[in-house]
């Protein structure tokens, strides 16, 4: 139970970081400054998450071996 609890409120997290985006991509369209900004921050954003994902993976009851 305590395992679909987590992957539910990693999916939520998910999907706010990605309505982030999306919100600041709508909001910087218009801006080369912002575009670059948002570009870099997207970046990071995109990497801090791989980083989290690959300390995370191997924790994972699914991926574990018998």
């Given at each position: 139970?305590?395992?679909?609890?987590?992957?539910?409120?990693?999916?939520?997290?998910?999907?706010?970081?990605?309505?982030?985006l999306a919100?600041?991509?709508?909001?910087?369209?218009?801006?080369?400054?912002l575009?670059?900004?948002h570009a870099?921050?997207?970046?990071?954003?995109?990497?801090?998450?791989?980083?989290?994902?690959?300390?995370?993976?191997?924790?994972?009851p699914?991926?574990?071996?018998?």
């Open positions: 139970m305590e395992k679909v609890m987590n992957e539910a409120a990693t999916e939520q997290a998910v999907d706010r970081i990605r309505a982030a919100r600041l991509e709508r909001a910087v369209s218009h801006n080369r400054d575009q670059e900004r870099r921050l997207r970046g990071t954003v995109e990497e801090t998450l791989g980083e989290i994902d690959a300390l995370l993976a191997p924790r994972l699914s991926e574990r071996k018998p």
